[in-house]
């Protein structure tokens, strides 16, 4: 039980523009928290963003470039990169806190190169 669906990754120039969504379903809890984390190879997973009762929180490395946004009714979050850079490049993750577990998404590849 409890799914999340992500979509929206892909290949990117430096300086262009993605947008990821996660769709979440089957989940029978309330989520306090939605969120995008990301992990490129030989690195540990990170976060990137996270947004609780419309309260975004941004990692230093994407603040000013990212903006995440949800519709806790419908259980969707997105993450609008802008500027993205080589170093952005990782599988992202969507995230659902509902308090005493996470759930996960299977991940969507984000590659920023020219």
């Known amino acids: 039980q409890g799914l999340l669906v992500e979509s929206g990754g892909g290949l990117v120039q430096p300086g262009g523009s993605l947008r990821l969504s996660c769709a979440a379903s089957?989940?029978?809890?309330?989520?306090?928290?939605m969120g995008w984390y990301r992990q490129a190879p030989g690195k540990q997973r990170e976060l990137v963003a996270t947004i609780t009762s419309g309260s975004p929180n941004y990692s230093e490395s994407v603040k000013g470039r990212f903006t995440i946004s949800s519709d806790n009714v419908k259980g969707t979050v997105s993450l609008q990169m802008y500027n993205l850079k080589p170093e952005d490049t990782a599988v992202y993750y969507c995230n659902a806190d509902v308090g005493f577990t996470n759930y996960w998404g299977q991940g969507t590849q984000v590659t920023v190169s020219s």
């Open positions: 089957q989940i029978p809890f309330v989520i306090n928290t």
